[in-house]
């Protein structure tokens, strides 16, 4: 069986405890293991209660984020660079306290397009702020997923290969890659090859449509990419992601251009989702036995 999750942003947009439970009732309804939040400010969410929905539901729970531009950790500013220090702190403190195990999302600089290219003095800085925030998370059992994303929200990490170097430079045990279809469609020369060639350091795995719509309507060739995560013996956790205006807030659209609605019924997009990558995943896995079958005759 698939380790299958799903954004809260197909569900809501909203914190309040009404709309936390919608999301958690209706994720395991359709039979997903997983329930990825965009960070939760701990002062508006009851931390202990939504920990403890999530066991009782057996939910698996990761939490994604990123830096906004007052805390990019690529900052020559002391304050800014502190800032951002901070706010990867109280992430991973979330995430330990809902009793999860992933932090993800673009942790390694502020999201937004940029308006000139990285130094390396910002990939130093960012490096060697990201390596004490990770020591940290790894007392506190939590891995930083470093996620892969194209160059109109980053002008720092947009290839797995980039995602590698920089993960090499932290010395850390416990960072790794958060891909996403999403964006290696737009950044990587070939998604199944970056995927193979990652292997050993991916930590999360995103699937989302070209469009952000429903998956096998636009043009990500998802074959290749179930192939690969088959071939590559990836065991955790595909997590199905998709926006539309109805429900992504206001900031989240303007910066990853959600312009038009792809989708209204969630029910039906979820249902869908969680069908498309268990039977993606599944027939993958079948080529994979064929291929590695001689079939020799029995008689």
């Known amino acids: 069986m698939s380790k299958i999750g799903v954004h809260s942003f197909v569900w809501s947009a909203g914190s309040s405890k009404d709309e936390l439970e919608r999301t958690l009732v209706r994720s395991q309804d359709l039979g997903f293991n997983l329930v990825e939040f965009s960070y939760l400010d701990p002062q508006q ?3 202990n209660w939504l920990s403890s929905r999530l066991r009782e539901l057996g939910l698996e729970v990761a939490v994604s984020m990123g830096l906004p531009p007052e805390g990019d950790i690529t900052s020559d500013d002391r304050s800014i660079n502190a800032n951002g220090e901070a706010i990867l702190d109280r992430a991973v403190a979330l995430v330990r306290d809902l009793g999860g195990s ?5 942790l390694s600089s502020a999201h937004g397009k940029q308006e000139r290219p990285l130094t390396r003095r910002a990939w130093d800085t960012s490096v060697g702020t990201l390596s004490k925030v990770a020591a940290r998370a790894k007392a506190a059992g939590v891995s930083l997923n470093l996620e892969i994303v194209n160059r109109f929200e980053s002008n720092m990490l947009n290839t797995a290969a980039q995602g590698m170097a920089y993960i090499a430079d ?3 045990s416990n960072v790794y890659l958060h891909l996403d279809t999403f964006h290696m469609n ?13 292997a050993d350091k991916i930590g999360y795995v995103h699937i989302g449509e070209s469009h952000r719509g ?3 309507t636009g043009n990500i060739d998802f074959t290749t990419i179930f192939d690969a995560l088959v071939a590559i013996g990836w065991n955790d956790y595909v997590t199905f992601e998709s926006f539309s ?8 659209s303007l910066k990853t251009a959600i312009w038009r609605n792809l989708w209204n019924d969630n029910v039906a997009l979820a249902k869908h989702a969680r069908q498309f990558i268990e039977l993606g995943l599944e027939t993958a896995r079948l080529k994979a036995e064929l291929v590695k079958d001689a079939h020799l005759p029995l008689v």
């Open 214 to 216: 429903y998956l096998g």
């Open 102 to 106: 992933k932090l993800a999302g673009i």
């Open 186 to 198: 737009i950044e990587e020369a070939d998604v199944g090859l970056a995927i193979r060639n990652a």
């Open 245 to 252: 205006t109805t429900i992504v807030d206001k900031d989240l």
């Open 45 to 47: 969410v009851d931390v």
């Open 170 to 172: 932290t010395g850390a």
